[in-house]
């Protein structure tokens, strides 16, 4: 599949850093020190959420401010067992800084954390700090793109998470699945591939990109 772009939209976990077990661990160790059973916790969760939406569904109102920071600070101390997934380092190499962003349902300061870990800066950040509401609402793509320049409708979203590709269509943007974290018939995306080894894009002497993808 070929696409062409204005920029790219990059979901940062389970898309470029391989945190998926990290994550896994650090949010069964958050339920149970909240009380929280697996089961119900599996039933409010999701991959691609904002800490804070999963926290204000299971606890009080009383108690989410203090459960962000605890996840929050669970997840900054286990940032250097972090890993770049295959293909990242590579695709970002060859992109211009005013073509690509990171936007992620990541507070800043966790962000920020993972990206100095393994190694990774973007020009552009987008986080969970940054807007009002969280995947899979369309806002933190548009917001990605607008702080690029760029209408989100000329951008090719990266993601793996069902909730951030749902984000990414309400944006308008075209959509790449990385099939890193649910299997393919789970992704509903323009395109899937297995990793971002799998996509490569030209630069344009104008700035425009042509994305290929599988």
Known sequence: MMFSADALLFDMDGTLVDSGPVVEECWAAWAAEYGISAQR?????????????????LLPDGEVAAAVARIEQLEIDRAAGLRVLPGTRELLAVLPDDAWAIVTSCTRALAEARLKAVGLAAPVLVTADDVRRGKPDPEPFVLGATRLGVDARRCVVFEDAPAGLASARGAGARTVAVATTHGAADLRADAVVGDLSRVAVDVGLGGGLVVSAG
């Open 41 to 57: 916790f599996a039933a409010e969760a999701g991959h691609g959420i904002p800490a804070r939406q999963i926290a204000a569904a």
